[in-house]
């Protein structure tokens, strides 16, 4: 059984296992069982943690065609657990696998994550795509102060941050540094020898999820995973788990743009804003004062906007990190704003422009009015004692975190 696009083919064995391989044959992929993770069980007063979810193997029960692709049917024996798979063809490049979990026991459970891509070398997958174990890999960052770049594997080593306040902000606690463990966050491309293999999560507009490499001294194991945080699922119930796209070609341009349009708004109100939001040019106090912004700069600088005609393209102006005077206490100006921020926000309106303000809404630190006033309103650990949201070398100071669900 096959699902076959112009540059990729999917192909069923009855052991459960598959092959991914572009029609040319230059590399390939043994893909492995897909794997269901339940939640750990939760700690005081916080949801149940991703990080103790309990993996479950799964066996194939079920094997058909579904125009042109498959439906496949796993099974986690003895946990009452379904997990089925739609293998369908996108277009020439691309097909896509989805996940849905099917609960067919008796109680409730709590879905860690789901891993709807997997070669496991331990367990007969086997990744080639490459001579003398060498493979290419696209770091994907977590977020903005993360990491991100093109590395040759397995020369790269990923440096461990040492200092673990800092880890918790720069990097997600669900992927701690490992030894011959590399990890991309929602995409990946993978270079061998023969051309490029993409794996993008789909979609990411509600959920995370990550693709991990890790080198074993048989090989290669690949995964990729969706995290579900704890989602329960009472007897009877299915859950759409979201999927993955898998793309094959020569240029990984070309495919992580594919993939990244496939992400894109397709309603016409969606494509509108989009196109309103990217109109607009705008000047970020950031990226030239950083926190060293001062009223008297920002008015120099919004002068000088306004009498050069080769910047008529900017329509607005951003005050950013730097004017407050406590981090959370976002409209107390420092005293580098003698006047104030509204005379601020008045003189950019002045000149013709939008103002813009950056603020860090969900922090404050210690010495804030805001957490001196209302210290109740930030999470706590279990003693009831706010927990350190992270520490900032910019700010010289930690920061505690408010917490969301409170009304």
């Not at 059984?1 to 083919?9: A, P």
């Not at 069982?33 to 339940?38: I, T």
């Not at 349009?261 to 607009?280: C, D, G, K, N, V």
């Not at 930030?378 to 100071?397: C, E, K, M, Q, Y």
Request: proline letters at 8%; one cysteine or more; a neutral charge.
């Amino acid at each position: 059984m096959e699902v076959v696009t112009g540059t990729l083919t999917f192909s069923l064995f009855e052991d459960g296992r598959a092959r991914l391989t572009p029609t040319d044959r230059s590399w390939e992929i043994l893909l492995t069982a897909p794997v269901l993770s339940l939640a750990g069980p939760a700690g005081p007063g916080i949801t149940p943690q991703i990080l103790d979810e309990h993996r479950l193997p799964t066996v194939l029960r079920e094997a058909r065609s579904v125009g042109a692709g498959l439906a496949l049917r796993y099974t986690a024996p003895g946990e009452g657990l379904d997990l089925i798979l739609r293998v369908s063809p996108l277009d020439e490049a691309h097909l896509t696998i989805r996940a849905t979990v099917h609960n067919t026991g008796a109680g409730p459970v709590a879905i860690g994550a789901v891993h709807p891509l997997v070669s496991d070398a331990r367990t007969g997958g086997q990744v080639r795509m490459g001579e003398q174990d060498r493979l290419g890999f696209l770091r994907q960052g977590w977020q903005s102060w993360s990491h991100t770049g093109s590395h040759d594997l397995p020369g790269w080593r990923e440096t461990p941050i040492r200092m673990p306040f800092v880890h918790g902000m720069k990097e997600n606690p669900a992927n701690p540094y490992r030894t011959n463990r590399w990890t991309a966050e929602m995409v990946t491309v993978l270079r061998g020898d023969g051309g490029h293999l993409l794996v993008g999560l789909d979609p990411v507009t509600d959920r995370f999820g990550d693709i991990e490499l890790r080198r074993h001294p048989i090989g290669w194991s690949v995964a990729a995973r969706i995290h579900l945080d704890g989602r329960r699922l009472g007897p009877g119930g299915r859950l759409d788990a979201g999927g993955v796209v898998v793309g094959a070609g020569p240029d990984p341009d070309t495919l992580l743009g594919a993939w990244a349009a496939r992400l894109a708004p397709r309603s016409a109100a969606a494509l509108a804003r989009r196109e309103a939001t990217l109109a607009t040019v705008g000047w970020c106090t950031w990226y030239c004062f950083m926190r060293r912004i001062t009223e008297g700069l920002l008015r120099e600088v919004t002068e000088h906007i306004a009498t050069r005609r080769d910047l008529d393209a900017i329509r607005l102006i951003q005050l950013d990190d730097g004017y407050q005077r406590r981090i959370g206490d976002w409209l107390d100006p420092s005293g580098a704003f003698p006047t104030g921020l509204a005379e601020a926000v008045a003189g950019i309106r002045r000149r013709g422009y939008d103002p813009g303000l950056w603020v860090s809404p969900f922090i404050a630190e210690p010495r804030s009015t805001l957490f001196r006033a209302h210290p109740d309103w930030f999470v706590t650990d279990p003693a009831g004692r706010p927990i350190s949201g992270g520490w900032n070398p910019l700010w010289r100071t930690r920061f505690h975190v408010l917490d969301p669900t409170l009304p």
